[in-house]
């Protein structure tokens, strides 16, 4: 019996095209980082501006020392009673110009459920002078709509 050839279908589209992963990482690791040094500079204004400015000095950019923090800048606030407490900040930037979709880690949504004072920094336009942002405090699964995407698969 003679050996059949497998036949495939060529795909003819305008629409398809091949990702280079090692130029999307170089450029979003760009991107995260400029979006983390922005919150930085932010955070330092801002407790300037809530009388916090001894703390200034203090705010870690964290993520620059690991990435199992589940989020990016440790910097702080004052709650209700005006008692000194954490702000945990995960940074998620973008050169769109407009708000997108965006992807967390399972450990930034986990940690986002066990920290009170648990911030998402969504930064969009970066790349413009003056670039649009936003805050969303709390559990990121409460906050947002998730849709899971990739998933770990073992043998």
Known sequence: MPH??????RVHSKHVRKTD??????????????????????????????????????VKWVSQESDLYGYDILSYDLDDFG?????YIEVKAT??????????SKNELETSKRLNNYWVYRIYDIEAEKPKFYRVLGDIEKNFNLEPQTYRVQI
């Open 4 to 9: 059949k050839k497998k036949s495939f279908t």
């Open 21 to 58: 992963y090692i130029d999307k990482t170089v450029k979003d690791q760009k991107t995260g980082y400029l979006g983390e040094k922005l919150t930085l500079a932010y955070e330092k204004d801002r407790l300037e501006s809530i009388g916090l400015a001894d703390y200034k000095e203090q």
């Open 83 to 87: 008692k000194i407490v954490h702000r």
């Open 95 to 104: 050169t769109q110009k407009t708000d997108a979709d965006f992807y967390v």
